[in-house]
DNA sequence: CCGGATTTCTACAACGATTGACATCGCTTG
DNA sequence: CAAGCGATGTCAATCGTTGTAGAAATCCGG
């Protein structure tokens, strides 16, 4: 039923040895040699067994990626990037969807699949800092989104209090003065470093700030951000501006600015963070922080592999993905 | 380093083969035992290494469900939601992005990722349906999306005529009788099967159908809907409603007519297909068909276990998924 | 206390690919 | 011509788990 190498070195008439050399590029090997046994791979359309070989070189060509939730929309383009940055390199990705439950995240850091997977690349939600940096992995692991300080792990993310602080000074740089964050309380740390770089910016412009404008919400979802612009809205003296820590927030508080009948950006302008494709067609479409996600899959996987190769007596490595201020309509109609 | 049933065996004073036997739950097995072996495992925290199970099963507990790309909000969601159904079954499931390159249909469907997967969901966009049936699979194989006649595998899918036919009524309903389609030559027939819907609606409601008004398009995303609700707008009667074949389109067509300064449903009425988050959120909120995707999780992953566990003797499945018409703003302003 | 049935457990051989130690064999080369 | 090298083959062991077959322990009625 299953061609094996056995089948492969019969047709080819060599051993068994030979061929798996030509498989695993041994380099003393005549052009002929290789050219007859790659013809009867062909022809008898033979491909290696996985298990058998992961059993045997204790590597699977496999890395996890373990994200909260995969049909949220950042999660889903980040792992659409990370699976084709991985496929370009020969290597296959397994999506963990975590669900922000503590316990799932647990189970995939020590768990590891039953040692198939080769490493793992995680964006933690629940897990707290301590926890990820005492969890003592076999495996090499990549962290992605807030640094959590003292882990000895791997580290790609963007610049979070640089990025908000660029999109608060964008709202006061267009004239806006009573500005509310949304999201202040969520994620891993998320919430925590946003919010730093959103006070900032309006201490360097000489604002004060006023914890009524910071609203926490439960998630990070479009009925948190909808829900959290109510509450904004019914304050005695309302907002002018909002800066929402990620696009689903965003999308939700424009359709509660919607169902009120306000104009964005002429009433309340609003930025996101993220830059999913909602929101680019939105209208109007969202002004937001572009993180670069393509930049972020290649570095992720690429640090990852260079662990796995052993590569890894270097020092942590901490990278800074590139980011940019896309701004559209709602601060800008 | 790694522990393995060998040690697990040593530390319980048993044999490995009796360690083995716990864990597959054979039934001769004393408690005194049972709880010397479990007590072991835990105290060990020992995993069971996939690789090494695999090989000697031919089992894995892997299926692969191949779309056409994770990002795009309706197979996120859809794969979230299997991913779902199959880990409550104790299955893994991984996710293969074919990115609508028949090349890559083609490697999902033979390759069959090295006789590791038992087995695979498949929801093919490009592949001709003549191929697929011909493709001989060794591995069970569970078909999404339109039927392709002739096919000799499982299949399950929305009745896509009626309920283009439940949406293309729901617009004549509300009095629209200029009604265009998009999306009429997109994915692998469900352009065709669509409009086959949609025509009969109109021919029921005694309408005329006019070919100006059915847009193929290019794809079945936000930016193709946009240009076919441009072209739609330029013609010399414009419809006053569209039925774009799935929500994307419809979300793209929205952008285009908030543009142009026309009112949803005032001017122009919109129905989707998918029922994806962003409709919802989206102002106006998107009318939609909505499958049943738990239903269609549920059952896709139930049937291709069936079919693995080899209760696969009887016939060819054909399930129906449940779907409903939802009315929101885009339809009923 | 025995013979036989049954339960409980163990030794051994696979599953398929890889790798290392050697053995060949045919050429080149000093 | 012997040594050296390149290209392959032989053989056996190994990765961790599980199916097969059978051994050992236990139980039963008589």
């Not at 975590?98 to 316990?103: I, K, L, S, V």
């Not at 910016?201 to 404008?213: F, Q, R, T, V």
Request: glycine share 10%; charged share 25%; net charge neutral.
């Amino acid at each position: 039923m299953t061609t094996r190498l056995s089948d492969v070195a019969a047709r080819a008439g060599v051993s068994v040895k030979t061929v798996s050399n030509v498989i695993n590029d041994y380099p003393h090997i005549t052009s002929q040699t290789r050219a007859k046994v790659e013809a009867a791979i062909a022809a008898l359309d033979y491909k290696p067994n996985v298990s058998a070989r992961s059993l045997r070189k204790g590597r699977s060509d496999f890395i996890a990626l373990a994200i909260p939730e995969m049909a949220s929309p950042y999660f889903a383009e980040l792992g659409a990037a990370i699976s084709r940055a991985a496929k370009r390199r020969g290597i296959t990705v397994l999506i963990d969807q975590t669900e922000g439950e503590a316990a799932a995240e647990k189970l995939v850091l020590d768990g590891m699949r039953g040692q198939l997977i080769d490493g793992i690349i995680f964006s933690p939600i629940t897990t707290a800092p301590a926890k990820i940096g005492l969890a003592d992995t076999a495996k090499p692991l990549v962290l992605l989104g807030e640094r959590h300080p003292g882990g000895h792990f791997d580290h790609v993310a963007v610049d979070s209090v640089q990025a908000s602080f660029d999109a608060t000074t964008h709202l006061i740089s267009i004239g806006r003065r009573r500005i509310a964050a949304i999201g202040v309380g969520g994620g891993a740390g998320t919430g925590t470093v946003r919010r730093k770089g959103y006070r900032k910016a309006l201490k360097a412009a000489g604002l004060e700030h006023d914890p009524a404008l910071e609203l926490a919400g439960t998630g990070y979802h479009r009925d948190d951000g909808a829900a959290s612009m109510r509450e904004l809205l019914a304050l005695p003296e309302p907002p002018d501006a909002v800066f929402c820590f990620n696009d689903l927030l965003a999308l939700g508080a424009l359709r509660t600015l919607a169902d009120a009948g306000l104009s964005v950006p002429g009433d309340v302008a609003v930025v996101g963070f993220d830059d999913i494709e909602d929101g680019r067609y939105h209208s109007p479409s969202l002004t937001t922080i572009s993180p670069d996600k393509e930049w972020l899959a290649e570095n992720a996987v690429g640090v990852l592999l260079d662990r796995i190769a052993g590569n890894g007596a270097a020092d942590r490595r901490d990278l800074t993905v590139p980011y940019t201020l896309q701004i559209r309509e709602s601060t800008n109609g």
